[in-house]
């Protein structure tokens, strides 16, 4: 049927027909169809902890890499299937926090559940059974303190519990050293037994590989009723979503697991020491992206890249660069060495950032160059603009809490050591000369110059030490 795997189909084109190779058949299909067929499926976020090892009274999921949170990069790899219409978000520690981030960066499909008082994963999941009660598809749970996880990997573990028919499916991964992980046990031909958690196993579970990776896929109305026959006769006097693999066997279901490639992706955020362990991974995963597309990273050791960032080919990224937030970079631009692009940049080609330099919320246009030791920021520069070393645009009023915007067109030049104080606008060709603080607009091929007359005062020096 030519329905029948829409849902593979990890693009959305934001038109009112739609394209899709089938089986060699070329099909055309109007977008009210598509949004009706894709709406099968709905996401679980577990964020109800408060990560005690990692020693801060914020909450696990809002702690962040490259200034992105734990809990955004789940939410982007849900969203990033396209296969997904909506995600429940469990909170409980820092709750209103957390449901604030979700709500301003993520509201539009996605919604906070609390969870109190905090009983296990399973206890967490049924958190969302009264929102779910007539829904008639899959839902897929996954926890909120895994930031390396993929939306390819869980758009294939989503295929992969479809074509199996599958009531549930587990991910799972193999670890050399599976210690704190809660354990896959198979029967003997190989079919899924239980998931026996580390503090409940037996010593020869211990020394199974095969560890449960935390994310189910599940056929929500075969399962559902799971939830509320979870029992806590366990370790830790908790539900155990883990559980509901026993139960599915029990029941007859159809219960499968889809083993992880890639182990890292799932490995979960319990410390600092664990974050800044992903943040490497996922800095190193970025940059072997960047150069596969072209991109020359001299030093990968040293340099920093979010994800969210894109560079064009044959840019050359110098040692000890940091980048961090959704920025757009051009062609042909050299970055650095020991410069910072904070965020919300979008860089022409063939511009050439300086050692030492800072830029951030701003618009960069081809052939223009920031010198070294500048700072750059909530500002617009034109085409071919030189800005000279040590150029600072003031964009913040202390006083008035405000930031302000720099506007410097085409051409436009400023001198070594000069001001700008936000609002300002340089326009085509202006000239601020070294040394300046300029403050009012400077228009078009004119020169600003602030400076006091030079005095020379002959001999002062040897006359001073005579003295």
């Not at 970025?286 to 080919?313: F, Q, R, Y």
Request: aromatic content about 8%; proline content about 2%; charged content about 20%.
């Amino acid at each position: 049927m030519i329905f029948s795997k829409i849902y593979n189909y990890k693009q959305i084109i934001s038109q009112n027909s739609y394209y899709f190779n089938s089986n060699g058949v070329y099909v055309i299909f109007i977008y009210e169809n598509i949004k009706e067929l894709i709406m099968g499926i709905k996401s679980i976020i577990l964020a109800a902890g408060k990560g005690t090892r990692m020693k801060s009274e914020k909450s696990k999921g809002l702690h962040t890499i490259f200034d992105k949170t734990l809990l955004g990069y789940v939410l982007d790899a849900v969203n990033g299937t396209h296969m997904i219409e909506q995600s429940y978000v469990i909170v409980g520690h820092q709750a209103e926090a957390v449901t604030k981030f979700v709500e301003e960066n993520y509201g539009n499909n996605a919604k906070t559940i609390l969870q109190t008082p905090q009983l296990g994963t399973g206890h967490a999941v049924s958190m969302a059974c009264e929102d779910l009660d007539n829904f008639d598809g899959e839902v897929i749970i996954l926890c909120g303190d895994t930031p390396l996880i993929t939306s390819n990997t869980l758009a294939n573990f989503i295929d992969a519990h479809k074509d199996n028919k599958a009531d549930i499916t587990v991910m799972s991964a193999i670890f050399e050293n599976p210690k704190n992980y809660g354990r896959i046990v198979r029967n003997i031909d190989q079919t899924l037994k239980k998931i026996v958690e580390e503090k409940d196993a037996t010593r020869e579970e211990k020394q199974i590989q095969e560890i449960n990776a935390g994310i189910y896929c599940i056929n929500w109305q075969k399962v559902k009723k799971a939830f509320s026959e979870l029992k806590s006769n366990n370790a830790q006097g908790e539900y155990y979503l883990t559980d509901i693999i026993a139960w599915g066997v029990k029941k007859n279901l159809n219960v499968q697991a889809f083993t992880l490639k890639d182990n890292t992706e799932i490995l979960g955020i319990n410390s600092k020491v664990q974050l800044a362990e992903a943040a490497k991974i996922l800095n190193n995963r970025n940059l072997k992206k960047l150069m596969e597309k072209g991109v020359t990273i001299v030093d990968p050791a040293t340099t920093w890249i979010s994800e969210d960032t894109e560079i064009g080919t044959d840019t050359i990224v110098y040692p000890s660069v940091y980048i961090n937030g959704k920025n757009k970079i051009g062609n042909n631009c050299q970055i650095g060495p020991m410069s910072h692009i904070r965020g919300n940049c979008q860089v022409g080609n063939h511009v050439r950032i300086g050692n030492f330099v800072e830029i951030k919320n701003s618009i960069i246009k081809d052939n223009t160059n920031v010198s070294h030791l500048s700072y750059v920021g909530d500002s617009e520069l034109g085409s071919h603009v030189n800005i000279g070393a040590g150029t600072i645009t003031a964009n913040y009023n202390p006083v008035t809490k405000v930031k302000n915007r720099t506007i410097i067109g085409d051409y436009a030049n400023t001198g070594s050591n000069s001001v700008l104080v936000a609002p300002i606008q340089l326009e085509e060709g202006a000239f601020v000369a070294a040394g300046a603080v300029a403050t009012k607009n400077v228009k078009a091929w004119a020169l600003a110059l602030s400076r006091a007359p030079m005095k020379v005062f002959e001999n002062w020096v040897k006359k001073t030490k005579e003295q």
